[in-house]
């Protein structure tokens, strides 16, 4: 598997702390959506670290298309 799996159709809000280290899951196949439980092995993918550059709310991806990983862009809002 190189293609990730669609885990949602809507961002997941997120209240984040500066600094600190979150794994997003890029594969889609974890149960703790949007972060990585290590469903990812054997698949090719590995999750990606983001560091929080505020503390703030955030919107994480789940539909895995975003181009700016792994915040959410509205790329679920497009046609598959």
């Not at 209240?15 to 990585?36: A, D, H, I, L």
């Not at 990812?40 to 895995?64: M, N, Q, S």
Request: include cysteine; charged fraction near 20%.
């Amino acid at each position: 598997m190189t293609e990730p799996v669609r885990a949602g159709d809507a961002p997941i809000p997120i209240e984040v702390e500066e600094g600190r280290n979150y794994f997003w899951c890029t594969c889609g196949q974890s149960s703790n959506q949007p972060f990585c439980d290590g469903s990812h092995a054997g698949t090719g993918l590995a999750p990606l670290r983001w560091t929080a550059d505020a503390t703030k709310r955030v919107f994480f991806c789940t539909c895995k298309q975003t181009a700016g990983q792994p915040l959410c862009d509205g790329s679920h809002n497009k046609p598959a």
